[in-house]
């Protein structure tokens, strides 16, 4: 199977629903706070959507019940909304995809609730910023694995951390998990040349102390087998037919971030 190849009129659409994802991040986001559950976060994303002429890619994927993913801490990815409530510390990561005329953005952000510290603080950083690295290597005419290897190198020069090695970014376009699997690890110069009209999710999940995790009885919550605390950062971006990369998931197309690796955004898509 190959990658998809989308024409400029479907990266549109495609900037659509990425649009509306962090316009629901950005709404999730600004109502994290000690004492409110996740499944409230839940029930604001799910109203957004639907606002915005958006369908949640979540809810019902191999039967995952909700709309956001919302991980607390040692979860580091897939836990679901529910009573649980949001306590001063938290480290919580919310992932969140929609569709719009049947194409999927994804994407991504952790937070950490008053009070925060400085070493869990820079963890978060540190895989924000891997995020953008690993865009930054992934532009026309990197090879795919590329991508992981810059994530892995900026990671590990930055301190101790475990990167997840089970669960990776993915291609995304009339699915929300399409090929390739990008990994964000390995050796660079493998893999298939990065083209226009691919669109990638880049999603780094790092964390203090394992990469090991497993999966909570709910069958979906990934956490550490050391229970050290995570984050996890993701964005979808696309190589215009211009060559130039757009991050479909922000709302300036990535320019100031990727502008800092002395790479230019396309204009088709703005
Ligand atoms: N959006 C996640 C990813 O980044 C997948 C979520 S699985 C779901 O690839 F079932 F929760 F939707
Ligand atoms: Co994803």
Not at 133 to 153: F, P, Q
Not at 207 to 236: A, C, P, Q, Y
Not at 246 to 261: I, P
Request: hydrophobic share 40%; proline share 4%.
């Amino acid at each position: 199977m190959a990658i998809q190849i989308k024409t400029l009129d479907q990266l549109k659409t495609m900037r659509k629903a990425g649009l509306l994802v962090r316009n629901t991040l950005d709404l999730v986001k600004a109502n994290i706070k000690a004492g409110i559950t996740t499944s409230a976060l839940d029930a604001i994303a799910e109203a957004n959507i639907k606002r915005g002429g958006g369908t949640s890619n979540f809810k019902g994927y191999h039967g995952y019940p909700a709309t956001i993913c919302v991980s607390v801490n040692d979860e580091i990815v897939h836990g679901i909304p529910g009573d649980r409530m949001i306590m001063p510390g938290d480290i919580v990561s919310v992932d969140c995809g929609a569709v719009i005329d049947g194409w999927h953005g994804d994407a991504a952000f952790s937070v950490i609730v008053d009070p925060k510290d400085d070493a869990r603080q820079k963890m978060l950083d540190v895989c924000e910023e891997s995020m953008w690295v690993g865009i930054a290597a992934g532009t026309a005419g990197a090879k795919l694995s590329d991508i992981g290897h810059a994530i892995e190198k900026y990671t590990n020069e930055q301190g101790t951390y475990g990167i997840l090695r089970e669960y990776g970014g993915h291609g995304i376009g009339t699915s929300m998990h399409m090929e390739p699997h990008i990994l964000n690890y390995g050796k660079p110069g493998n893999g298939p040349t990065i083209e226009p009209g691919m669109v990638f999710a880049i999603e780094p999940m790092i964390t203090m102390g394992t990469h090991k995790t497993r999966i909570l009885e709910d069958n979906w919550t990934v956490v550490t087998t050391d229970n050290s605390h995570g984050s996890h950062f993701e964005n979808s971006y696309c190589i215009a037919p211009d060559g130039k990369p757009f991050v479909l998931t922000e709302v300036d197309g990535g320019k100031a971030n990727l502008a800092r690796f002395g790479i230019e955004v396309s204009a088709l898509l703005s």
